[in-house]
């Protein structure tokens, strides 16, 4: 749908950080059964399309200033990069530091560096598929090496293929979510959603070069409308809420600016039901290292941010550094608009402030006190 009705070059999937408050949260905290839990996940994408043909979507994305849209992109480069370097064990855990460098020896940790300056030099070559190409050559490195042992593909191929989630597929429980008080288990679902989804899509948007001098996105509309008829599908198969994911970007960074794109993904996921074992031989430091050049490749929007203002600097600040540091796109938004509203009227700057800036402002400290 993304790709067929909106034309936009964005993957969706079942948002991880989704994956967490469904389980960890909803389920465990707060009592739900998954299947009811599922049908708040319906529920939650019913909302979704309501706002979108309402057009209140679109209206809250053109009501974010360009300052900060410029600064989504970038954070979620920085993100993007940083969960590259976790995933490899290039930046790890510490008691003392909270994070601290991983070990330089250690085989993935080595090979996603060299990995890295490979694409790097590829890119700075002018090399056509350069991430594939070096993520292809790392792989091949890795198992000359024996980093990453040989998968045994024919018993791969031998096990069973399930084409369809029957044990979770619209197992629904209504009754079950009404049973609890679901006003803040919706609300978190859709806020979280909400501004995941909006951040990324806006990232991914200013690199495609899909948003306007004036901030305008076009064709957000259909886009917006794909996303929501995701979302309620999510519930019906089982799945928690269908998101825009950070890692289309490494298709737009490889030249896709059209729904083929999407397509061509769509297509690709269908296959791996039957290809997983091939699939699987990639190993992680090639895929981290192709991470962290997205996110270098996504540095590019800070330098059209006007850091002589600092009512808009250091709103645009505190949402790029946020977004990694707390692992979270929604979060990085919400702190970023609260900081823009209150440095704004600090100053008196009224002409800058939107009633809806305002209206979001004061929903994600909402959203930040119910958590």
Request: aromatic content about 10%.
């Amino acid at each position: 749908l993304m790709g067929v009705l909106a034309n936009y070059p964005v993957s969706l999937a079942p948002g991880m950080g989704v994956n967490a408050f469904f389980t960890y949260t909803v389920c465990m905290q707060f009592g739900y059964s998954w299947q009811a839990a599922l049908a708040a996940v319906f529920v939650s994408g019913i909302i979704f399309i309501v706002i979108s043909v309402t057009g209140l979507r679109k209206m809250i994305i053109n009501a974010i200033p360009q300052q900060l849209k410029l600064a989504i992109g970038a954070g979620i480069g920085f993100f993007i990069a940083f969960i590259g370097m976790k995933n490899c064990g290039l930046i790890v855990g510490d008691k003392t530091s909270f994070v601290t460098l991983g070990n330089l020896w250690d085989p993935k940790v080595f090979l996603t560096v060299i990995c890295v300056i490979i694409i790097g030099a590829l890119i700075a070559r002018g090399t056509k598929g350069a991430m594939i190409i070096g993520m292809a050559i790392i792989t091949v490195v890795g198992f000359v090496f024996g980093a990453t042992p040989l998968p045994d593909l024919a018993a791969e191929f031998a096990k069973p293929i399930k084409l369809f989630p029957t044990a979770t597929a619209f197992q629904l429980d209504f009754g079950g979510l009404m049973k609890h008080s679901v006003v803040v288990v919706l609300f978190t679902l859709c806020f979280i959603d909400l501004f995941d989804n909006l951040g990324t899509l806006i990232g991914v948007c200013s690199k495609a070069g899909y948003v306007s001098a004036d901030g305008k996105i076009r064709g957000i509309d259909r886009a917006l409308m794909s996303d929501s008829i995701g979302t309620l599908c999510s519930g019906l198969l089982g799945c928690t809420t269908a998101t825009t994911y950070l890692e289309s970007v490494s298709g737009v960074a490889a030249g896709g600016r059209t729904g083929l794109t999407a397509v061509t993904v769509a297509v690709l996921f269908a296959l791996s039901l039957f290809l997983a074992p091939i699939l699987s031989i990639v190993p992680v430091y090639a895929t981290s290292a192709a991470l962290m050049i997205v996110g270098a490749m996504m540095m590019g929007t800070l330098r059209a941010i006007n850091w002589d203002d600092f009512t808009d600097a250091l709103p645009a600040f505190l949402t790029v550094i946020s977004m990694p540091l707390t692992f979270n796109i929604a979060t990085g938004l919400g702190i970023g608009f609260i900081s823009y509203i209150a440095v704004k009227v600090l100053t008196r700057r009224w002409k800058d402030i939107n009633p809806t800036m305002c209206v979001l402002a004061v929903l994600f400290g909402i959203s930040f006190a119910l958590r």
